[in-house]
C-alpha cells in the first residue's frame, strides 16, 4: 500500500496525558499536513511542513500541540496534557511538490483520538 | 463569515439524477480549489481540483469554478446510491499553505 499511513489508529487516554501519533506520507511527497475534525465539521488545519521545515501554524494551535518531521519523511504529533475537547479524528495528508498539482493533497485514515 | 461556507444539506436526489453541490469562499485571492468525499467514520478523498474559471470535467462529475463570484460548485451526473457521502469544498487562500474547509454537504441518492 503506497498510500498515506497512520498510527495508531484508535486510541482512547485519561484526560492530562499526552498523546503521540505518526504519519508517514505517500513516498516522495515532500509536502505535509495535519488536520484536526470533528463531528459535523470540515478539517481544521493544524500545521504543515515543506521536507523537514514546519511552515506554518494554525492560530488556533495550543501550545499543548507540537509537530515535527525530522527527517523530511514521517511526522509525529504530539498533544501535551490531553482535555476533553481534544477529542477528535486527527488526520494527516501529504501533496507532492512543485506546481499547482502540487497542492493536491492526500489523506491517511486518521487517527480517532477519545480523551475520558 | 467564514473562509468557506457550504450548505450543510442534507440534499436528496433520486438515482440517476444530476446532484449539484456549492461552495462560496471568502478570499478573492484564492487559487486553487478542491472537492472531497468523504464518508462516514472515513477520511475525505480527493474527487478534483479546479484551478482555472469554467468547467472542468471527469466522468460523472465536473466542477465548475467562477472566481468573480467567489463561487464552486460539484455536479455529479447519473448519481449512484454509492455516491451517498459528504462532499466537502477545499480552497488554498492567496495568504499562504493553509487550505481552508467546508463543512461539508451530506447527499444521500436514494434507490
Known amino acids: 500500500d503506497t498510500g498515506v499511513s497512520q498510527n495508531p489508529r484508535h486510541k482512547i487516554t485519561k484526560r492530562g496525558q499526552n498523546v503521540t501519533f505518526r504519519c508517514d506520507p505517500i513516498?516522495?511527497?515532500?509536502?505535509l499536513y495535519w488536520y484536526r475534525q470533528t463531528l459535523g465539521q470540515g478539517p481544521e488545519f493544524l500545521t504543515y511542513f515543506q521536507n523537514e521545515a514546519q511552515l506554518e501554524k494554525s492560530r488556533l494551535l495550543s501550545d499543548r500541540f507540537s509537530a515535527e518531521r525530522p527527517k523530511g519523511s514521517f511526522s509525529t504529533l504530539e498533544i501535551q496534557r490531553t482535555e476533553q475537547g481534544d477529542s477528535a479524528m486527527y488526520l494527516c495528508?501529504?501533496?507532492?511538490?512543485?506546481?499547482?498539482?502540487?497542492?493536491?493533497?492526500?489523506f491517511g485514515p486518521g487517527t480517532r483520538l477519545t480523551v475520558l | 463569515q467564514k473562509e468557506v461556507e457550504q450548505n450543510s444539506g442534507p440534499l436528496s436526489v433520486p438515482e440517476g439524477a444530476i446532484a449539484s453541490l456549492n461552495c462560496t469562499y471568502s478570499?478573492?485571492?484564492?487559487?486553487?480549489f478542491f472537492w472531497y468525499r468523504q464518508y462516514s467514520g472515513k477520511s475525505p478523498e480527493l474527487i478534483m481540483s479546479i484551478y482555472s474559471n469554467g468547467d472542468k470535467e471527469d466522468g460523472r462529475f465536473t466542477a465548475q469554478l467562477n472566481k468573480a463570484s467567489q463561487y464552486v460548485s460539484l455536479l455529479i451526473r447519473d448519481s449512484q446510491p454509492s455516491d451517498s457521502a459528504t462532499y466537502l469544498c477545499?480552497?488554498?487562500?492567496?495568504?499562504?499553505?493553509?487550505?481552508?474547509f467546508g463543512t461539508g454537504t451530506s447527499l444521500t441518492v436514494i434507490p
Open positions: 477545499a480552497v488554498n487562500m492567496d495568504t499562504g499553505n493553509q487550505f481552508y
Open positions: 495528508a501529504s501533496s507532492p511538490k512543485g506546481g499547482p498539482i502540487g497542492n493536491e493533497q492526500f
Open positions: 478570499d478573492r485571492g484564492s487559487q486553487s
Open positions: 513516498s516522495e511527497h515532500n509536502r
